[in-house]
């Protein structure tokens, strides 16, 4: 072989390996581009759904407090009629449950809203203050119903209070 060969056998194989190699390193470099754009919308498909938790956490305990409220309201404009027949006439109504429509509608709403409140403690405190509430409205006697509501109303400020803790750690800013 002359060199004039050799120099062209050396050539076409530097020119071949360096082609062998370029189109590794085009893979190699394709390869972990995908991966980096797979794992970025992994990550965006991870935030879009924590931010549906989020976004339906949120919207569920702050109805789930105006439901209670409504709860504690029914109850007390209960409590205020009958105190109001007892100054007329001198003697507590009995509890009539027919002339409060709405209780089991807003009751039930409490009920549906605290199963779907994924927080624990939130989900005991809505049963504590259901079942105060209720006991304040199935008394016997209308004048038993503030004890009730007193024994009712710590469970209800401690709902609060962890409803207040929920809503603030779902509005925080995680790049904070």
Do not use: C
């Not at 339906?56 to 109805?63: A, K, N, P, Y």
């Not at 807003?106 to 199963?115: E, H, M, T």
């Not at 989900?123 to 007193?150: F, N, Y």
């Amino acid at each position: 072989m002359n060199a004039a060969t050799v120099s062209a056998i050396a050539g076409a194989v530097g020119v071949a390996a360096g082609a062998l190699i370029s189109s590794v390193g085009v893979v190699l470099r394709e390869r972990l581009v995908d991966r980096r754009e797979r794992d970025a919308q992994q990550e965006l498909r991870k935030q879009a759904l924590k931010d549906q938790h989020d976004a339906f956490q949120r919207e569920t305990i702050l109805t789930l407090q105006d439901a209670i409220g409504q709860l504690w309201s029914l109850s007390a404009d209960a409590y205020n009629e009958a105190a109001r027949q007892q100054a007329e006439t001198g003697e507590w109504p009995q509890t009539v449950l027919t002339g409060l429509p709405d209780l089991n509608k807003v009751s039930q709403q409490v009920k549906a809203l605290g199963a779907r409140v994924f927080d624990d403690e939130l989900r005991g405190l809505t049963a504590k203050v259901m079942r105060g509430v209720w006991a304040g409205i199935e008394v016997s006697d209308w004048s038993q119903q503030p004890e009730h509501m007193a024994a009712a109303l710590e469970p209800l400020n401690q709902l609060n209070e962890r409803a207040h803790l929920l809503l603030k750690s779902l509005y925080e800013d995680p790049a904070s």
